[in-house]
């Protein structure tokens, strides 16, 4: 464990696949598994949906994040992205919600390719990818929002934006029947209790289309029978690492 000394509320912690994640003291809580970071942000997240991707009809693919964090699950969305073959056929949104604005000081500062991009240096369209990243974390860190676009040479359209806030006001203002999935990646619910409540996923349900998906690591069965009451199907998948199983959940509307 390192502590960073410009903030020692956050603490890089190497996990067992050799990707970093950050512990954060006043949660008490990694953001990711210590059994690999990286490896539970693709089964959690980044695998279930690229399948959806492939099976969707529209012309744009719309994700958004609850708790950016250190970006991780964006940055693998990122590379999946650049790897799909055949040439993406949709334009990417990516919208996220970060209560924490000295997260991303503290990233813009504290990201380099020691840390979050230790185990995947190896070819030239990642490093391209981690420096079009670091790019944009450190454009407008004390913005509310920050939107850009970012460009890869295989001219993938993905509009991008961080809204910092909390997520609970931020979803109101999102339009209804948007997103295609939402990734509830928020620390647990024992810690923070207010991105859990059926009130809140009532407004995931608002902003999902039809048919819409969210993914989360949970599988907490108070949380699933809020969702399975909004009208949610409830899947459990194999887990990662020390968790039994994961969830993606399919809303019926
Ligand atoms: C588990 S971490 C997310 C990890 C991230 N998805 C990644 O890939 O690096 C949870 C994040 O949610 C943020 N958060 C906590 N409460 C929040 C709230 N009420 N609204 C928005 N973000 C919140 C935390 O600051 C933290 O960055």
């Known amino acids: 464990m390192t502590?960073?000394?410009n903030n020692p509320r956050y603490?890089?912690?190497?996990?067992?696949?050799?990707?970093?994640t950050l512990f954060d003291c006043k949660y008490n809580q990694s953001m990711h598994s210590q059994h690999g970071a990286l490896s539970e942000c693709r089964h959690v997240y980044i695998d279930p949906t690229l399948e959806?991707?492939?099976?969707?009809?529209?012309?744009?693919?719309?994700?958004?994040?609850?708790?950016?964090?250190i970006g991780l699950n964006f940055r693998v969305w990122l590379e999946a992205l650049l790897q799909f073959n055949p040439a993406l056929p949709v334009t990417?949104?990516?919208?996220?919600?970060?209560?924490?604005?000295?997260?991303?000081?503290?990233?813009?500062?504290?990201?380099?390719?020691h840390t979050l991009f230790a185990s995947h240096t190896s070819d030239a369209s990642r490093a391209e990818l981690t420096q079009a990243f670091l790019k944009w974390i450190q454009k407008h860190p004390h913005q509310r929002s920050l939107t850009s676009e970012i460009n890869m040479s295989r001219e993938i359209k993905i509009a991008s934006e961080i809204k910092i806030g909390n997520a609970p006001d931020l979803i109101l203002t999102c339009p209804d029947n948007h997103f295609d999935?939402?990734?509830?990646?928020?620390?647990?619910?024992?810690?923070?209790?207010?991105?859990?409540?059926?009130?809140?996923?009532?407004?995931?349900?608002?902003v999902l289309k039809p048919n819409g998906t969210l993914l989360t690591y949970s599988v907490a069965s108070a949380m699933r029978r809020?969702?399975?009451?909004?009208?949610?199907?409830?899947?459990?998948?194999?887990?990662?690492g020390g968790k039994r199983e994961c969830l993606l959940a399919t809303l019926k509307k």
């Open 3 to 5: 502590t960073q000394e």
């Open 11 to 20: 603490v890089w912690q190497k996990t067992y696949d050799g990707s970093y």
């Open 52 to 69: 959806l991707l492939q099976s969707s009809q529209d012309k744009v693919f719309s994700v958004l994040e609850i708790g950016f964090g």
């Open 92 to 113: 990417i949104e990516y919208e996220s919600f970060e209560s924490h604005p000295e997260l991303l000081d503290f990233l813009a500062c504290n990201l380099d390719s």
């Open 181 to 206: 999935v939402v990734w509830q990646d928020a620390f647990s619910e024992k810690v923070n209790q207010e991105l859990w409540t059926i009130d809140f996923f009532k407004e995931v349900k608002r």
């Open 226 to 240: 809020r969702l399975e009451e909004l009208g949610f199907e409830c899947q459990k998948r194999r887990g990662f």
